[in-house]
């Protein structure tokens, strides 16, 4: 099983970025995808899901309305994009797996390494 996370990067407030995670070793379809993100002292916090048919979404209060959440089932990835970053959008960003739609870190069964994006003021 791999996540493998990318399109991090140093941007300016204000700005976009889109991070991708691309999905092998487990059936992609069959799983929920998140996203959660983790800044330097804090916890891990939740940021967006999906559910296995890309039907429905689920976001975090911080980022409702900036990030957007989606799927290619074709691709096995699972995207997030993320437009008006603020400063405290700065973290190290993990995509995950799960059986079902959660919000709860511990549901996930299986991890990407995490892609950092830091957003300066």
């Known amino acids: 099983v791999q996540l493998q996370a990318s399109g991090g990067g140093l941007v300016q407030a204000g700005e976009s970025l889109r991070l991708s995670c691309a999905a092998s070793?487990?059936?992609?379809?069959?799983?929920?995808m998140g996203w959660f993100r983790q800044a330097p002292g804090k916890e891990r916090e939740f940021v967006a899901a999906?559910?296995?048919?890309?039907?429905?979404?689920y976001y975090g209060d911080s980022v409702k309305g900036r990030f957007t959440i989606s799927r290619d089932s074709a691709k096995n990835t699972v995207y997030l994009q993320m437009n008006s970053l603020k400063p405290e959008d700065t973290a190290v960003y993990y995509c995950?797996?799960?059986?079902?739609?959660?919000?709860?870190?511990?549901?996930?069964?299986?991890w990407g390494q995490g892609t950092e994006v830091t957003v300066s003021s």
């Open positions: 070793g487990f059936t992609f379809s069959s799983y929920a």
């Open positions: 995950a797996a799960a059986r079902s739609l959660s919000i709860d870190y511990v549901q996930y069964d299986f």
């Open positions: 999906i559910r296995r048919s890309g039907a429905s979404t």
